[in-house]
């Protein structure tokens, strides 16, 4: 556990940190720029990006640098928090096992793909120190086989070794996406249940297990309506962690014929302020409003410096989405209002 | 323009107030067709001539401002003419300033990757009269870095001469058959390219020299030509505004024939206003002596256009 010391001053930095979010104005100045560059000159000379921006020459950007650029800001905001917090804490570690997987999960979708390139190039340079296995082995393999092999001593390799076919390919893409977010709930609820108890445990699992849920139901949603007849045994895509749907209503959703099903199923659950059929923007948003929502609530009164930790690095990841999302329409020339549609303020 | 937003007005005035009328009120009326979305049946002789007049002041930076017309001071052709000369002039100049602009900016980025790449002995004309060899001159982010062992065994080489907090600045060198493959390796690796001028032959140090005295003199023509640009918009300015405003008031002038009539020294106007810009309309009138506004159905002494008895007139 953190001293109060280290534990108040982390608080103290988070607060401050937060204080520095890109407001609503922001991104209505963003929505309405006619360029990346002119989306990168705001960010540099109007935000909290600037820092890390100091040196690009606006002109000059390529879109994946900037978006590269804007993840590494964040990553810097957690490094500095976690070494406020010592060596002492190896909950924070939670934040890299989900950047590992990320980058799994698009190692499996790649395989095949005859140019390494488009690997190489989104992998965020800044993690690579970081990271567990080594990341850039991953853009040559040519098969789930050597995939398995370049995460030989990682825990990984045990979790999708199961997923191995005859053929040495995996099942499928959901099933590897399905069996390492397991893995990461499971290692994370662990992880709360070592360290950390009483309320401090229960706002950290609320959390942890409310996206964890949110995962379900959003590859449910999507499966249902790409996938009518889906070959996949949807009871094996479940999350199983208590969040707010009990297990009978996740079954419904299961069991739904279509997507409209499902979203008739949670416009009558604990999350129907989200899932309004009338007002149903895409299960994205919905789902990315509940976890903006949780987090800000978290942030905003718990007492408690991990909670605050937790709830900052979501509030942040949302904020580069939306930052994402915000100059990809630019760059495609979308309309502002489609690009407001996907802003997620936690609104609904 | 939905009819729900348009009230019907009448007016009328003494005949010898209708060009001020004209000028103070007919940017708010609209005839029935407009107001049921119809396009009119003869388009306005002024409207072409009124949109290049608008699209040269938008492109000089003039800002148009309406003033009164108390007599017209320009053929059409005339107005015509000088706006032609006055766009291709500018046009000219801007397109020059632009070409100086381009040159400018890449002279800096010479003169800065001259500077990065003080580290680099080797002299630029040795390294461009390679047959085989590709160079590429520019800056690699620090975060691609490490990326670029992965690539090992590819065939280039990465030459960093200076490594920045963001950025390292350097060269990679690649054969002809590989240029294309290492081309896309390192746009993969976001590496931000930088052009050398063919003709910079020695060495970066002994070309920084040369490189800030042409960025220098790049950067003098661009002054003096931009100041040249803004001394042609300032002596055209006025002349520009005064000749939109006759332009308009032509225009305008033109739109009203389907609106009024002249009868016995008075004139009289019916038309559609829009409902938010009723006040502006009730004030603008209100500053002609004897003009007088009825808002709602047409009445007794003012008849609907197209009914009207008597000839009409155009002012």
Known sequence: ?348 | MGSDKMILVNLEGPAEALDEFTLQCSEYLHSPGEREGKKQDEKNPYSGLLAKIEKVAANSGIALERQNVRALTASEEEIRRFTDEFYDGFCDMQSRLQALEESVARCRDVVTQLRHLQGMGLRFENIFSTRFLKVRFGKLPVDSEEKLCYYQDHVFLFFPFLRGESYIWGAYFTTEEYESETDNIFAALFFERVWVPQDIRGTPREELEGAKARLQHESGEYDKLSESFRRLVEENRAKLIRLYSETKFLARSYDMRGMLAVYSGRFYVTGFVQKDEIKKMEKAAGLIEDVKLQMGKPTGSVKPAGHWPWRREVS
């Open chain 1, 1 to 348: 556990m953190l001293d109060s010391m280290s534990s108040k001053a982390i608080f103290t930095k988070i607060k401050a940190m937060y204080g520095h979010r890109l407001r609503e104005e922001d991104f209505e100045q963003l929505m309405h720029k006619s360029s990346v560059p002119a989306c990168a000159a705001y960010l540099k000379s109007q935000t909290w990006y600037g820092e890390v921006l100091r040196d690009v020459q606006e002109t000059q950007i390529h879109r994946g640098a900037l978006e590269e650029l804007l993840g590494r800001a964040v990553f810097e905001q957690y490094s500095r928090l976690v070494h406020y917090a010592g060596k002492g804490n190896r909950f924070y570690r939670y934040y890299l096992i989900k950047q590992e997987i990320g980058m799994i999960i698009n190692a499996v979708r790649l395989i095949g793909n005859d140019d390494p390139n488009e690997f190489v190039s989104a992998v965020p340079g800044y993690l690579l120190g970081s990271v567990s296995f080594d990341v850039l082995s991953l853009a040559a393999c040519k098969s789930f086989a050597e995939v398995l092999e370049v995460l030989r001593r990682t825990p990984y390799y045990k979790v999708l070794s199961e997923l191995q076919s005859g053929d040495g390919g995996p099942a499928s893409l959901p099933l590897v996406e399905h069996a390492l977010y397991d893995h990461y709930y499971k290692t994370v609820l662990a992880m709360i249940d070592q360290q950390f108890r009483g309320k401090t445990a229960e706002e950290l699992r609320e959390m942890f297990c409310t996206k964890a849920e949110l995962i379900s139901v959003t590859s449910l949603f999507r499966l249902k309506r790409s996938f009518a007849d889906s070959p996949l045994q949807l009871h094996e895509m479940v999350l199983r962690y208590k969040g707010r749907l009990p297990g009978r209503l996740m079954e419904q959703i299961v069991n739904a014929q279509d997507a409209a099903e499902v979203l008739d199923i949670l416009a009558h659950s604990a999350y129907s302020r989200y899932f309004d059929k009338d007002n149903f923007v895409y299960i994205e948003y919905s789902a990315g409003s509940i976890r903006y929502n949780l987090a800000k609530k978290y942030l905003t009164f718990s007492q408690n410096t991990t909670t605050a930790f937790v709830a900052f690095m979501v509030l942040q990841e949302i904020e580069i989405e939306n930052l994402i999302n915000i100059i990809e329409g630019v760059r495609y020339k979308q309309d502002i209002s489609q690009m407001r549609a996907l802003l997620i303020r936690g609104g609904v």
